[in-house]
């Protein structure tokens, strides 16, 4: 009885009876696909201007020499580096939080930001990460971008570093080298390089400033042109068009009498100059396209307030992506960082975001309520404005008792079932309530100091609690529970 199976090739049968071994492997691999032939060498870098133009990826280090292009790049960067960053705690303890936000401000993030954004540039981006011990800490003391050239792919999609001695590159040590990708896929683990759309827009366009040059110089300045009797020997017509060469440069020449000079006007040109300045102005439109996502002050004309608004909606987007590039490699480092010392617990997260301006209108809004005497809590500045906790101090001038105002003409009476809580409170003496915290505070505070950790004290307090003396604060709040209640019947009825 023959087997149930599925042939994969012409050669190759896999038995259904084998489907468990087949889930869990690789089928499709370089070793076995017909289009590549396994050589133990490394992954060649499938980029296709590398491999028309026959050579590294070093080639596109020249293009940023272009300024049109460099300028692009830079723009692109600080759409990244201009953003905020933070270490977001999360449920982590404090004190390893503490200690990677330390961190991250000892380290020159300004430059490791600029150098994991190369990515998107050349396709990938590594950085080595240099460690050092800190007390008993193991933590970087710098991150290092290193050239793209000097690293390749194994068959396995694995980095590897080139050497002297081993040019098809040798195995990395795990968490030493950070790797910064744009775009990458399995046939391509080099990542996409966005130069690579810049090379011949860039080439054309320094050809057409060439050309452009020289056609300033032959069509910008006047011709001088000489005449001579005909039969004039060429001796002496050589002599005279070297006068002429020296009357371009000093505008004065000594020709002999039976001779003459013209001088024309290189009139009806303008048509053919037009050509080359849109050649380069055509192939600045793609490189600002390629690294910038859009070319606003080129392909906008009219001042169109829509097509800027749908243009910089691109360009935040690409901003975006970078954003998270950034942020998916710095906490890659976290992760190594915390592996390394604290093995275990939720470990914190590097963000990035932009700085919110204040709203003027929201802003005009509440200084306008607060003048008819509206009092706004902490937490809705903290919410509306994005304070942090500990950016604001409450403090009560003179003459206020520092309880919110209310919504009320000037001098009219309270409610009366506010008057009454407002009389409740003011019953309480700090006295009575300090006497009574510390009465009900007292036995947890001892229970604690004889406790030897954290999960002794825990059991001891549940075994304590139903001791404590907590009768006055119940009566208290029952009490205030029952007149809230009370007043609000008697002023519904009413």
Known sequence: ?????????????????????????????????????????????????????????????????????????????????????????????????????????????????????????????????????????????????????????????????????????????ERKFLLARHEPTYKNPYGFPELSRCFWPVTFKKGGFKFWVLFTEKYGMPFAVGKVPRGTSQPEIDNLADMLANMVQDAIAVIPDD????????????ASAQIYEKLIGACKVEVSIAILGQNLTTEVKGGSYAAAESHMSV???????????????????????????????????????????????????????????????????????????????EVVSPGQSGKPAEFAEPGAPAFADQQALDELEESLSPEQLQEQVEGVLKPIIELIEKSDNHEDAMEKLLEAFPDMDTKFVEDMLARAIFISELWGRLNAEA
Request: net charge negative; hydrophobic share 35%; charged share 35%.
């Open 259 to 270: 001779s003459s000079v013209e001088i024309l006007e290189a009139g009806g040109k303008g």
């Open 315 to 393: 360009r935040k987007d690409i901003i975006d992506s970078d954003k998270k590039l950034t942020m998916r490699v710095m906490n890659q480092l976290i992760q190594w960082i915390w592996e390394l010392n604290f093995a275990s617990g939720e470990r914190p997260v590097f963000t990035m975001y932009e700085e919110e301006d204040v709203d003027d209108a929201l802003a005009k809004r509440d200084k306008t309520l607060s003048e008819t005497g509206v009092r706004f809590s902490k937490g809705y500045f903290e919410r509306e404005y994005g304070f942090q906790k500990d950016d604001i101090e």
């Open 1 to 173: 009885m023959a087997k149930r199976g599925i042939w994969i090739n012409e050669r190759d049968f896999v038995a259904f009876s084998d489907n468990k071994k087949t889930l869990s492997s690789e089928i499709a691999s370089r070793k076995r696909a017909i289009d590549f032939y396994s050589l133990g060498m490394y992954l060649p870098n499938p980029d296709p201007v590398l491999k028309k133009q026959g050579k590294d990826i070093t080639i596109y280090n020249e293009l940023l020499a272009d300024g049109h292009l460099g300028g692009c790049v830079t723009s692109r960067k600080a759409g990244v580096k201009s953003l905020e960053w933070e270490i977001d705690r999360g449920k982590s303890k404090s004190l390893p939080a503490e200690l990677i936000t330390d961190l991250f401000k000892d380290l020159d993030l300004e430059t490791i930001i600029s150098e994991i954004l190369n990515a998107p540039l050349y396709g990938y981006q590594p950085l080595e990460v240099l460690w050092e011990r800190t007390g008993k800490y193991i933590l970087p003391k710098a991150v290092v971008g290193k050239p793209q050239e000097w690293f390749v792919f194994s068959e396995d999609n694995e980095l590897k570093f080139r050497t002297k001695d081993n040019y098809n590159g040798e195995d990395l040590p």
